[in-house]
């Protein structure tokens, strides 16, 4: 059962499009993995559509626009159908440390973006997801018994359990809760027993706040590589 | 003066599989009439660009034409899938620049035209695995021969034919072995409940 959500602002954002890259896909992917959110984006999408090309009438600038319906009538019949954009094939297998993890439909869809996996201290592995913009968007695994030291966010921070489940102070997450900390949350998430698969968008670098962490501050580049 | 318009759903949903079915360019036209306009000021309002916002509604009209097919009534309605198409079409042209090659593009994000369109067979596909998984306990306690020919035919989705050619067996052993291991599946399965 999910029990963290993105917001409803979140979900509305992600229908538009009006997200960064990485936030449309840890939105897009949370969304597979949600029934509930499902349902709620297509509850958007009707909305927005009623609110676009609902039966009010258009406004008078659409009118006096030159909109010469005979000719692009005529331009629409007379065309080809776009051929289906060569689409790199969906991939849905992911193997990492002898594991095996099936993605959901969004990340399946943009398996070519992930880059190669490094391996980072404390039993974490990362790896980029090339979207474009201006926020990481990266793959982190953690091992079992694995922790990331305490930290903040410069900006904000979005994680999303791919598979597995890991626990900070306040919470255990599970297979498609989708978390969002901001710079005043202090956390450091840790796995116990069982492996986590976590995608993760970052807004700013990672900032260590806590004892020895503090050294590791330029760890935090490797994330922004 | 028609009896319907296109803002009843109903009517805009007969319309598309009208297009779909027999290319009916009077019912394209009837949508046409109706969405172009309403795109072209939403499109205005977006770009501020009353070219870019009619290139926007050419594109989005041109799929409704070529891909009413995709239009699936029990998905939602007309008017909505229309959206969703405008919707990836305003996001590409946002995005559209020749250095971002790496750029997410909204195929990418909704594939509301793909031919098959995984996300939302995803709910489906849940319950595939989970009966994939029950059906192949079942399918283990049959004959390997008939097993083989149950992997190949339902797992790989290969066709009679090919299983015969591929195992090198006349096509009516493939047949007999296909009608022999799915009554015992259904005999296991009647047993199991």
Known sequence: ??????????????TAGELSPAMLM????????????QAHVRDIEQQLARKLLGDVEPQPLARNAALDEQAMLQAIFNSQPTPQTAAVAANDSLYLEGNHFKLPATLARNSHRIGDWSRLPGKLWRAPVTVGGEEMLNFIYMAENASLPEHTHKGNEATLVVNGVFNDENNEYRDGDFVLLDNHHKHSPATQNEDCLTLAALEGPLHFTSGLSRLLNPFSSLFFK | MPPAQPDNAEHAAELLAKVASE??????????????PRLQAYATRQFGNEQTAMDLVQETMSNVW??????????????TWIFTIARNIRFDFLRKNKYRQYDLSADDLWPVLAET?????????????????QLSVFCEQLPAAQRTVIEL??????SQQEVADALQIPLGTVK??????????????KHDD
Request: hydrophobic share 40%; with cysteine; net charge negative.
């Open chain 2, 153 to 158: 035919i339902y797992i790989e989705g290969k």
């Open chain 2, 117 to 133: 369109n995984d996300s939302l067979d995803d709910d489906y596909a849940l319950d595939d695995d989970l009966l994939m998984q």
């Open chain 2, 176 to 189: 007999s072995r296909t009608r022999l291991a799915l009554q015992k599946l259904k005999e296991l399965i």
């Open chain 2, 66 to 79: 070529h891909k009413a097919h995709l239009f699936k009534p029990d998905r939602g309605s007309a008017a």
């Open chain 1, 26 to 37: 840890m939105v897009g992917t949370h969304v597979d993995m949600c029934s509930h959110c």
């Open chain 2, 23 to 36: 290319q009916s360019r009077a019912a394209f036209s009837e949508l046409f009439r109706y969405f172009a």
């Open chain 1, 1 to 14: 059962m999910i029990k963290f959500h993105p917001s409803e602002q979140h979900l509305v954002l992600y």
